[in-house]
């Protein structure tokens, strides 16, 4: 780990910060303003009927005054596949960060396409229905270990594709995708999109029965950490957790494309990759419902508005803020964008802060050679595991240890990238 970064908290928050940190609570208003917390009684064949969170978290409502229109989202992952009914119309030219053949629309997983359709499938075609279908999406693509292992790539992969996300017209960046080694490239490289006005939004992994180490980029203090979350507003139980969450998302019970054909969709836990594109959605339709504010602004509310019960200013390590609810303001008006140059993430003054989006420029997307880190060396010196136990805490407001449930975890065993 380079200096200062062992020593760097995640956040700094003044008022009853990380020394408070509380267990997963499902709040008894959860996802929404009123929750709907009925779940089906029967799953449906129609991969609509299966998006249980929209409902909950009022989509329908939400989209008569917010669609996430002009907004777009770097998704940083396997490609993006722009022929899917869903996808039609939704995909732009974007970035392929791998330095193998194709290009970032081929989509060697499914993966990256399950996420474009969480944040903007149009559900065309029975397809998945994005929570902002206004939203557009620049696919940026990179490697996981299979690929990595069947074909020469770029090993600043990861790197390579943030800056070139950060020097794009997407205000958002959502990678659902985590690694356990850090390497200084990759941090400067979420610096620098902070220092472009952007949200970056991550998973925090899908891991914390298995040790429970810190992931990246999800643990950079300038990029969001995503849990994911069950119908009922619980955390899951693989999801990591510790100082790296800062907001929680739905995750569990969420269809994806089986494969990289994309003849069916599997059915399954989205994990904390659906959980990260599904808060990237969010903060698409808040943006585009106030085009005017900094990224700043936009997370403060999302922060603000989140579903807990707890108090304000207390980060739970399961949640954090906890649930997000975009509803909350997009319906209701509610959160308070607070200073527009200040990250609520550090409570420091950021660059870049303007609400208009950066010229897009995928040419000057490649970093300096003296931005590139030794990623051995980095390895060696990144297996501490995030704070906290195992226990799963409050739910409903009273104690109760949430039952792990075999087989449920969506884990992809990655040697060095999980997604």
């Not at 995909?91 to 969480?118: N, S």
């Not at 019970?253 to 399954?268: K, L, N």
């Not at 403060?300 to 949640?319: M, Q």
């Not at 950021?350 to 490649?366: D, K, L, V, Y």
């Amino acid at each position: 780990m380079p200096a200062g970064m062992s020593q760097t908290r995640k956040r700094h928050l003044s008022v009853r910060s990380r020394g408070r940190l509380l267990g997963a609570v499902a709040v008894g208003a959860a996802w929404s303003m009123g929750f709907v917390g009925a779940a089906p009684s029967a799953i449906a064949a129609d991969v609509h009927s299966k998006q249980w969170y929209l409902n909950a978290m009022q989509a329908e409502e939400m989209w008569k005054v917010a669609t996430g229109e002009g907004v777009k989202v770097a998704v940083i992952d396997s490609g993006v596949n722009p022929s899917t009914p869903s996808l039609q119309g939704q995909v732009l030219k974007g970035f392929d960060a791998t330095g193998a053949e194709g290009d970032e629309h081929d989509d060697y997983r499914g993966h990256g396409t399950t996420m474009a359709e969480l944040i903007a499938g149009t559900g065309e075609g029975g397809g998945l229905r994005g929570l902002a279908p206004g939203a557009k999406i620049l696919p940026m693509r990179i490697t996981d270990t299979e690929f990595q292992n069947e074909h020469s790539v770029n090993a600043k992969d990861s790197e390579d594709a943030i800056r070139a996300a950060a020097d794009s017209d997407a205000r958002i960046i959502s990678m659902s995708w985590s690694s356990e080694f850090p390497t200084q490239g990759e941090r400067e490289a979420a610096e620098y999109a902070q220092s472009k006005g952007k949200l970056f939004f991550a998973s925090v992994g899908n891991t914390a029965q298995e040790g429970n180490k810190k992931r990246y980029p999800a643990s950079y203090p300038e990029v969001i950490g995503v849990s994911s979350a069950d119908r009922d507003g619980k955390v899951a139980e693989y999801s990591q957790n510790g100082t790296v969450v800062d907001i929680a998302a739905p995750g569990n019970e969420i269809p994806r494309w089986c494969d990289e054909t994309f003849q069916a969709y599997c059915d399954g836990d989205g994990g904390t990759s659906a959980a990260t594109a599904i808060a990237s959605a969010s903060a698409a339709l808040v943006w585009s419902a106030h085009p005017d504010w900094t990224a700043n602004q936009v997370l403060n509310v999302l922060f603000d508005t989140a579903g807990r019960d707890w108090e304000k200013g207390t980060l739970s390590k399961y949640l954090g803020h906890g649930l997000i609810r975009p509803s909350m303001n997009i319906l209701k008006g509610k959160g308070d964008p607070g200073d527009p140059d200040v990250s609520p993430l550090t409570q420091e003054k950021t660059a870049g802060s303007t609400a208009s989006p950066a010229a897009s420029a995928p040419a000057s997307s490649q970093p300096d050679e003296k931005k590139q880190a030794d990623d051995a060396a980095m390895a060696g010196s990144s297996t501490e595991k995030a704070e906290g136990d195992s226990q799963l805490g409050l739910i409903l407001g009273g104690v109760a240890v949430v039952v792990v449930l075999a087989g449920a975890a969506f884990v992809i065993a990655r040697k060095r990238r999980t997604a």
